[in-house]
Nanobody, 115 residues
Framework: QVQLVESGGGLVQAGGSLRLSCAASGSIVSSNVMSWYRQAPGKQRERVARISPGGYINYADSVKGRFTISRDNAKNTVYLQMNSLKPEDTAVYYC?????????WGQGTQVTVSA
């Protein structure tokens, strides 16, 4: 089964940084499109970053220049480096894998940015 486990969330002041990790089962990371999504209370879930097996990367405009998605295939892990955090970045962050036309999700990790 596909398993995705996020970690690294927490409480940080505005302007600070956090690094999220998504540990995946098998060879999921190297062979599939991986994404980070976030969902704030009362808001729709939105994709913030995506990386393809060939290395194509894109970001939501709201995080461009501040967030960086990367992967370590040997560790089957995807990362999201978040710098210059803002209160509006507060959300539950989810790891996503697109495999065989299906979406798989982690349990989420809470990121809270205080003013």
């Amino acid at each position: 089964q596909v398993q995705l486990v996020e970690s690294g969330g927490g409480l940080v002041q505005a302007g600070g940084s956090l690094r999220l990790s998504c540990a995946a089962s098998g060879s999921i990371v190297s062979s599939n499109v991986m994404s980070w999504y976030r969902q704030a209370p009362g808001k729709q879930r939105e994709r913030v970053a995506r990386i393809s097996p060939g290395g194509y990367i894109n970001y939501a405009d709201s995080v461009k220049g501040r967030f960086t998605i990367s992967r370590d295939n040997a560790k089957n892990t995807v990362y999201l480096q978040m710098n210059s955090l803002k209160p509006e970045d507060t959300a539950v962050y989810y790891c996503n894998a697109l495999r065989g036309g299906l979406d798989y999700w982690g349990q989420g990790t809470q990121v809270t940015v205080s003013a």
